[in-house]
């Protein structure tokens, strides 16, 4: 049970259905080309017929300029590179001052702290000596000194005068945004040896002399003014300078390395990526602290320098891509399955109302094949008083003659196999006397054999005598034999009427000897005719042509009434009076299983 919930124990396969229809065929090939189409523009579009190979590289800048600014206790002061650059930030960056506190004259000693750093304090009992804070200037001394004229706070030890600024705004260096900035970029693409620099083979000293990176007149110069890259960005230059940031800038590499399309770029963009509200974060810009110490008399002294800036990092990213046939099969090998969304879109639209009701009968009954294991199998029934064959399930509690078909189906008869038996008919007729139609010979009523060989009758009267329990229930011709096997409990006809061994048809095309020697010679020129069960099964092999015609209906097995069976072996008996039975076989069956 488990097995069969879980569609554990069935495979499926593919099978192939051709439906002649222009509706569907034209359907079906502009669908293929509007898949075709698409395809061929993913593949154009993202050049997915290319090997790729990502970018290494490296980076060096520098920077340009002088500023003039004037501080409250320096004055005016020229800054030139040296002075607003600062300390190495890191690798691919640099960093441009643009505003700036100084505190001058600092010296080691004991000197009040200032606020909020510091603490508010009325006398000595309210500072902790040797105490030291995370945003302390310096050691407690455990003295309570004056601030300013209404404050106290605890004395420190530490550089003294305190710094105690805020930056100032406007910014002393708002002028930095009309430094420049040289980047240098050399890329590398290892997979195809290729080596390439931001400043191109065709740029000349000159050149570069005059030239200033502009998104649409000068796409290609290595050197930016730094105004122009912040507002890229989409940032206001002189807003940033106070409290600093972060500026990216990117330099993306596409690369097509194919001799007829080649080309390799560089492409130049700008974002800042530091958060810019003050509001919604801590801490907001960027800056850092350096002193530049002296000697005086004898007592050393420093001046400190807080710098707030912006910092600029250059990302480089690319790929190059060159032709690959092995990347271009591989590409056509997973698109093949695109093909398949016409197939589902038309099965779709056969199950729906777009067809009539019997093409989509059809058309599934074709699609769709159950097949069963060796406990399970399919039979084919014909019954006389219907046109139509029965296809049923083997079933091991229901005899065949009540068993419900699952399916309906018109027999297949080829024409030109008709042609045939009907030669073979005329043939075997012309080789022997014609035939004596007695009505009366195999009815039930007479219980006698038809008329026919005489010398054989007598041998063949025991087959023909109804035992004793009479005629099966599930009889409706009354000319059946009981048997216990449920798939041999079948009757030539569905209701109660005249049996088809009656038929003057059944005489001379199935039992008579001329024929059926004639029909066997027809498919084995040379066959030698020495026993009876050749002639039984070539009646066998006639009956089911006759009945159900060239093939069955999904390949069921073919199931010869009883009546016909016995009127056959009444024939042409088994000497030994043993007889098979029906075979049941998965595969798809032959005359040979019907060996009675």
């Given at each position: 049970?488990?097995?069969?919930l879980?569609?554990?124990?069935?495979?499926?396969?593919?099978?192939?259905?051709?439906i002649?229809?222009?509706?569907?065929?034209?359907?079906?090939?502009?669908?293929?080309?509007?898949?075709?189409?698409?395809?061929?523009?993913?593949?154009?579009?993202?050049?997915?017929?290319?090997?790729?190979?990502?970018?290494?590289?490296?980076?060096?800048?520098?920077?340009?300029?002088?500023?003039?600014?004037?501080?409250?206790?320096?004055?005016?002061?020229?800054?030139?590179?040296?002075?607003?650059?600062?300390?190495?930030?890191?690798?691919?960056?640099?960093?441009?001052?643009?505003?700036?506190?100084?505190?001058?004259?600092?010296?080691?000693?004991?000197?009040?702290?200032?606020?909020?750093?510091?603490?508010?304090?009325?006398?000595?009992?309210?500072?902790?000596?040797?105490?030291?804070?995370?945003?302390?200037?310096?050691?407690?001394?455990?003295?309570?000194?004056?601030?300013?004229?209404?404050?106290?706070?605890c004395?420190?030890?530490?550089?003294?005068?305190?710094?105690?600024?805020?930056?100032?705004r406007?910014?002393?260096?708002?002028?930095?945004?009309?430094?420049?900035?040289m980047?240098?970029?050399?890329?590398?693409?290892?997979?195809?040896?290729?080596?390439?620099?931001?400043?191109?083979?065709?740029?000349?000293?000159?050149?570069?002399?005059?030239?200033?990176?502009?998104?649409?007149?000068?796409?290609?110069?290595?050197?930016?003014?730094?105004?122009?890259?912040v507002?890229?960005?989409?940032?206001?230059f002189?807003?940033?300078?106070?409290?600093?940031?972060?500026?990216?800038?990117?330099?993306?590499w596409?690369?097509?390395?194919?001799?007829?399309?080649?080309?390799?770029?560089?492409?130049?963009?700008?974002?800042?990526?530091?958060?810019?509200?003050?509001?919604?974060?801590?801490?907001?810009g960027?800056?850092?602290?350096?002193a530049?110490?002296?000697?005086?008399?004898?007592?050393?002294?420093?001046?400190?320098?807080?710098?707030?800036?912006?910092?600029?990092?250059?990302?480089?990213?690319?790929?190059?891509?060159?032709?690959?046939i092995?990347?271009?099969?591989?590409?056509?090998?997973?698109?093949?399955?695109?093909?398949?969304?016409?197939?589902?879109?038309?099965?779709?639209?056969?199950?729906?109302?777009?067809y009539?009701?019997?093409?989509k009968?059809?058309?599934?009954?074709?699609?769709?094949?159950?097949?069963?294991d060796?406990?399970?199998?399919?039979?084919?029934?014909?019954?006389?008083?219907?046109?139509?064959?029965?296809?049923?399930?083997?079933?091991?509690?229901?005899?065949?003659?009540?068993?419900?078909?699952?399916?309906?189906?018109?027999?297949?008869?080829?024409?030109?196999?008709?042609?045939?038996l009907?030669?073979?008919?005329?043939?075997?007729?012309?080789?022997?006397?014609?035939?004596?139609?007695?009505?009366?010979?195999?009815?039930?009523?007479?219980?006698?054999?038809?008329?026919?060989?005489?010398?054989?009758?007598?041998?063949?009267?025991?087959?023909?005598e109804?035992?004793?329990?009479?005629?099966?229930?599930?009889?409706?011709?009354?000319?059946?034999?009981?048997?216990?096997?449920?798939?041999?409990?079948?009757?030539?006809?569905?209701?109660?009427?005249?049996?088809?061994?009656?038929?003057?048809?059944?005489?001379?095309?199935?039992?008579?000897?001329?024929?059926?020697?004639?029909?066997?010679?027809?498919?084995?020129?040379?066959?030698?005719l020495?026993?009876?069960?050749?002639?039984?099964?070539?009646?066998?092999?006639?009956?089911?042509?006759?009945?159900?015609?060239?093939?069955?209906?999904?390949?069921?097995?073919?199931?010869?009434?009883?009546?016909?069976?016995?009127?056959?072996r009444?024939?042409?008996?088994?000497?030994?009076?043993?007889?098979?039975?029906?075979?049941?076989?998965?595969?798809?069956?032959?005359?040979?299983?019907?060996?009675?």
């Amino acid at each position: 049970m488990p097995c069969t919930l879980l569609n554990l124990c069935e495979y499926d396969t593919q099978k192939l259905v051709k439906i002649k229809s222009v509706r569907l065929g034209s359907l079906k090939w502009t669908l293929n080309g509007v898949i075709l189409m698409f395809i061929c523009i993913m593949m154009l579009w993202n050049k997915e017929y290319q090997e790729y190979d990502l970018v290494v590289s490296s980076v060096t800048t520098k920077v340009k300029g002088v500023a003039k600014i004037t501080t409250p206790d320096i004055g005016e002061v020229v800054w030139d590179v040296v002075d607003y650059s600062g300390p190495y930030q890191g690798r691919n960056s640099f960093f441009v001052t643009t505003n700036v506190i100084v505190t001058k004259n600092q010296k080691q000693g004991n000197c009040p702290e200032v606020l909020p750093h510091g603490k508010l304090c009325r006398t000595d009992k309210d500072c902790e000596k040797g105490f030291s804070g995370q945003h302390s200037h310096g050691v407690q001394t455990g003295a309570c000194v004056k601030l300013d004229v209404l404050k106290k706070t605890c004395e420190v030890t530490a550089w003294c005068p305190v710094e105690n600024k805020k930056n100032p705004r406007p910014a002393l260096l708002a002028s930095a945004e009309n430094f420049t900035v040289m980047i240098k970029n050399n890329i590398r693409f290892p997979a195809f040896n290729y080596i390439r620099r931001n400043i191109l083979p065709e740029m000349k000293d000159t050149d570069l002399k005059g030239c200033i990176y502009n998104r649409y007149k000068n796409p290609y110069c290595p050197i930016f003014r730094l105004g122009d890259i912040v507002s890229e960005a989409k940032e206001n230059f002189s807003e940033m300078a106070v409290e600093g940031g972060v500026i990216g800038i990117q330099i993306n590499w596409d690369c097509d390395l194919n001799h007829i399309f080649h080309s390799c770029l560089p492409k130049y963009s700008f974002r800042r990526l530091d958060e810019k509200e003050s509001n919604r974060t801590l801490y907001p810009g960027l800056n850092f602290r350096f002193a530049r110490y002296s000697t005086v008399n004898g007592v050393e002294q420093r001046t400190l320098f807080k710098m707030y800036g912006i910092r600029f990092d250059v990302m480089v990213f690319g790929k190059a891509g060159k032709f690959s046939i092995i990347q271009l099969i591989i590409y056509i090998g997973s698109t093949l399955s695109y093909y398949a969304l016409t197939t589902v879109f038309l099965d779709w639209l056969i199950g729906t109302g777009c067809y009539s009701k019997e093409a989509k009968q059809n058309y599934t009954e074709r699609k769709f094949e159950a097949i069963q294991d060796r406990e399970e199998c399919f039979l084919c029934v014909s019954f006389v008083d219907e046109d139509k064959l029965r296809v049923v399930k083997k079933s091991r509690r229901k005899r065949l003659q009540e068993t419900r078909p699952l399916s309906l189906h018109q027999p297949k008869n080829d024409l030109a196999s008709m042609k045939t038996l009907m030669s073979v008919l005329q043939c075997g007729q012309s080789r022997s006397e014609p035939v004596q139609n007695d009505k009366s010979g195999w009815l039930k009523e007479d219980k006698k054999l038809p008329r026919t060989n005489s010398s054989r009758q007598s041998s063949n009267t025991s087959l023909l005598e109804m035992p004793q329990s009479g005629c099966p229930a599930w009889c409706q011709c009354d000319c059946c034999w009981p048997t216990d096997s449920l798939q041999e409990q079948l009757c030539c006809r569905s209701r109660k009427g005249r049996c088809i061994t009656s038929s003057p048809l059944f005489s001379t095309l199935v039992v008579s000897r001329s024929v059926l020697e004639t029909a066997l010679f027809y498919v084995d020129p040379l066959a030698e005719l020495r026993e009876e069960a050749q002639l039984r099964h070539g009646a066998y092999a006639q009956f089911i042509r006759w009945r159900f015609g060239d093939s069955t209906p999904r390949d069921a097995i073919p199931v010869i009434p009883s009546c016909c069976i016995w009127r056959i072996r009444a024939e042409y008996p088994s000497p030994d009076g043993k007889y098979s039975g029906l075979r049941l076989y998965q595969a798809v069956p032959s005359q040979a299983d019907f060996n009675r």
